[in-house]
């Protein structure tokens, strides 16, 4: 059976025992650069969310914390300062479940599934050009309109700061199968400690091998896949302008019996 293990490292953190086949993800370091000292919590966030009052600051505490004690409240106050924005009711949420659970194999439920497998831009958009009237629209339409203000992070957010980076995905971003067939064949492992850039606009970029693996292909491969999977709600100075932050983990590739 193929394993991979990844250890995470932070600053000040303790990093949580790698185990095989499972993977976790990384966890950014501090911001390079912050007037102050930057914090992540969700009490922390919220707090600057509800001082500042506005959409951009109730998006970004649920962008952070999507299931956090205060999301109702943010969803709450958003519904008052954003009326227009498309929401899903409790009967519109039931038939989609119903839909879902109904386990059709038709073109259309195939394509309704998979946008909401791969939550991108791209996929929505075929659902609600093709089949507007599927019970499932509704909920496809809310996670289009969040997408689409996914892919504007860069955005000032007034009065929401210092903040560090937060990591949006909680899936492992590297995985057994992205093990490289040359080193699986040779029944090579190693560490590979990467570091990279979150950009201002979430990506992970200037992925660099800070100490290497001794195997060219599993350092390639741990840099390539940081930057094309890791998203993350970038860093903010004190006045909500997202800036660059620096981040580092150890991939380590291990063959499992």
């Known amino acids: 059976m193929l394993g991979l293990a990844v250890a995470i490292a932070q600053a000040g ?15 950014a370091s501090r911001p390079i650069a912050h007037e102050a000292p930057p914090v992540d919590s969700a009490a922390s966030v919220w707090a600057m ?26 969803r709450t106050a958003l519904a008052a300062l954003a009326p227009d924005r498309a929401r899903e009711s409790a009967a519109q949420a039931a038939a989609c479940d119903a839909y879902l659970d109904a386990m059709r194999l038709d073109r259309e439920a195939g394509a ?5 497998q791969w939550r991108t831009i791209e996929k929505y958009r075929v659902v609600l050009e093709r089949y507007g009237d599927n019970p499932c629209a509704p909920r496809i339409r809310v996670a289009y309109e969040q997408a689409e203000r996914l892919a504007s992070l860069e955005a000032p957010v007034d009065g929401v700061g210092p903040l560090a980076p937060h990591l949006l995905s909680e899936r492992a ?3 057994g199968i992205d093990y490289p067939i040359g080193a699986l064949r040779d029944g090579v492992e190693g560490n590979s400690t990467i570091a990279w850039t979150i950009a201002p606009d979430g990506r992970a970029r200037d992925c660099r091998v800070t100490r290497p693996s001794g195997r060219e292909d599993l350092d390639v491969a741990a840099c390539r896949l940081a930057e094309r999977r890791l ?16 981040a580092w983990t150890v991939i380590r590739w291990q063959i499992g019996d």
């Open 231 to 246: 998203r993350y709600d970038p860093a903010r100075d004190a006045a909500g302008r997202a800036i660059p932050a620096r």
């Open 49 to 74: 969310a509800e001082r500042a009052h506005h959409p951009a600051a109730y998006d970004l505490y649920l962008r952070r914390f999507p299931d956090g004690e205060q999301a109702e409240a943010a």
């Open 13 to 27: 953190v303790a990093a949580p025992p790698a185990t095989t086949p499972s993977v976790v993800p990384p966890v």
């Open 173 to 175: 971003f590297i995985r």
């Open 112 to 116: 309704v599934r998979e946008a909401l």
